[in-house]
């Protein structure tokens, strides 16, 4: 019954932003770091951002530094995306996912990002 269900993707303009919200349940979502990922057409899926379960510590990858933010909120079982100055390279569908559940491959539907002008 582990389940991450993504959302708030749509089709922005180059320099738009977006939210991207991620509900989990299933299992203890405060005790797990939570991980956005996000795959293009004939690309490999990618690590954009990790975050600790407390949300004490937070990582990303070089291409989205400075201009997105991973949040989560406990109370809620719901891990956030924040990107902003978006870029056309960053159109892909964004996944969540705790990594612990990463091998066990449950990974919910994603949500589609596009970012044209």
């Known amino acids: 019954q582990v389940q991450f269900v993504e959302s708030g993707g749509g089709l922005v303009q180059p320099g738009g932003s977006l939210r991207l919200s991620c509900a989990a349940s299933?299992?203890?979502?405060?005790?797990?770091?939570m991980r956005w990922y996000r795959q293009a057409p004939g690309k490999e899926r990618e690590l954009v951002a990790t975050i600790a379960s407390d949300g004490g510590s937070t990582n990303y990858a070089d291409s989205v530094k400075g201009r997105f933010t991973i949040s989560r909120d406990n109370a809620k079982n719901t891990l956030y995306l924040q990107m902003n100055s978006l870029k056309p390279e960053d159109t892909a569908l964004y996944y969540c996912?705790?990594?612990?559940?990463?091998?066990?491959?449950?990974w919910g539907q994603g949500t589609q990002v596009t970012v044209s002008s």
């Open positions: 996912i705790a990594r612990f559940w990463m091998n066990y491959d449950y």
């Open positions: 299933g299992f203890t979502f405060r005790n797990y770091e």
